[in-house]
């Protein structure tokens, strides 16, 4: 399988039609209608379903799309690291990922101190969930992964970070719980929520909280808790959450609660045991390693 018709698929799905799929490539149609049919033959198995306007992927095709576009990023992450061997100034490309929480600013802070010492190091990065990070640094996509607690790190090398969060709820100004100046899990009665879906932060809540899941009135689960604000703001959900989700927050007219039973929680920046990394990967880890024991000793 070629990374050419590799690509080649990827732009058909991007594009949803063959013609347009062959301008953006700068191949003709039937060479293009050629290579797929190719691959589809070396696969066994249909890929596309060929409309009068349109071209839409089977079970399959998807499947192949998602693992196309990890293939390829790993091609160009071994392309870059192999030739960072032929500068003698550290160069290349870190792939980072990174939840939405104070140690976003953090890791700002972080690259751009690197990239002054570093100026050829590029960085890639990545916000999401930290099971989602966890997942792309198992596949390789990924090389580091800054997370929240709690968090299953058992298999990975860890550093803990003196970044530190609040768990509470986010609520309208007008909200009957918004001049509180803490709650408890009974304050929450019987109040629409927005959740977290995490089993393991559900369990934490639970035993640092009181919290309990059958007692409250759960409307929404969410993994991204800042793409629910709009619902706080024009609703009178109350959403649970870390207290740096404010620094993300673009309405005035929402607040945070903490809760009384105070839950905190802290960062780790981890990566893979047992796996060989480029000098690059490795000079950032002790930088952030010596970057904390400074913070930490200040």
């Given at each position: 399988?070629?990374?050419?018709?590799?690509?080649?698929?990827?732009?058909?799905?991007?594009?949803?039609?063959?013609?347009?799929?062959?301008?953006?490539?700068?191949?003709?149609?039937?060479?293009?209608?050629?290579?797929?049919?190719?691959?589809e033959d070396e696969l066994g198995t249909q890929l596309l379903i060929r409309g009068k306007r349109?071209?839409?992927?089977?079970?399959?095709?998807?499947?192949?799309?998602?693992?196309?576009?990890?293939?390829?990023?790993?091609?160009?992450?071994?392309?870059?690291?192999?030739?960072?061997?032929?500068?003698?100034?550290?160069?290349?490309?870190?792939?980072?990922?990174?939840?939405?929480?104070?140690?976003?600013?953090?890791?700002?802070?972080?690259i751009a101190e690197f990239q002054t010492k570093y100026p050829l190091v590029k960085f890639q990065t990545y916000s999401a969930i930290g099971d989602d990070i966890k997942d792309k640094i198992d596949t390789g996509i990924l090389d580091l992964g800054f997370v929240i607690t709690p968090i299953e790190t058992?298999?990975?090398?860890?550093?803990?970070l003196p970044i530190y969060e609040r768990y509470g709820i986010f609520v309208n100004q007008?909200?009957?719980?918004?001049?509180?100046?803490?709650i408890t899990a009974d304050d929450l009665g019987d109040y629409p929520v927005i959740y977290p879906w995490r089993n393991i932060l559900q369990n934490e809540l639970s035993a640092v909280v009181g919290l309990d899941p059958q007692k409250l009135n759960i409307k929404?689960?969410?993994?991204?808790?800042?793409?629910?604000?709009?619902?706080?703001?024009?609703?009178?959900?109350?959403?649970?959450?870390?207290?740096?989700?404010?620094?993300?927050?673009?309405?005035?007219?929402?607040?945070?609660?903490?809760?009384e039973n105070y839950l905190q929680t802290s960062h780790r920046l981890i990566w893979r045991k047992n796996h060989h990394y480029s000098e690059l990967i490795m000079t950032f880890i002790e930088f952030v390693k010596?970057?904390?024991s400074h913070e930490t000793q200040a």
């Open positions: 399988m070629e990374t050419r018709i590799l690509k080649y698929f990827l732009t058909v799905a991007k594009m949803q039609n063959i013609t347009r799929a062959a301008q953006e490539l700068h191949i003709t149609q039937p060479t293009l209608s050629r290579q797929l049919k190719q691959l349109e071209i839409t992927l089977t079970a399959e095709g998807k499947m192949l799309e998602h693992r196309a576009q990890d293939i390829l990023t790993l091609i160009n992450q071994t392309t870059s690291e192999i030739q960072s061997f032929n500068h003698h100034e550290l160069s290349g490309t870190i792939n980072l990922g990174y939840v939405e929480s104070n140690v976003s600013f953090f890791v700002d802070d972080l058992a298999k990975y090398n860890y550093l803990s007008t909200h009957p719980l918004a001049h509180q100046s803490t929404i689960t969410a993994n991204l808790s800042p793409n629910s604000l709009p619902l706080v703001h024009q609703h009178d959900y109350c959403m649970l959450g870390i207290d740096s989700i404010s620094r993300f927050n673009p309405y005035n007219d929402i607040v945070f609660v903490p809760f010596h970057h904390v």
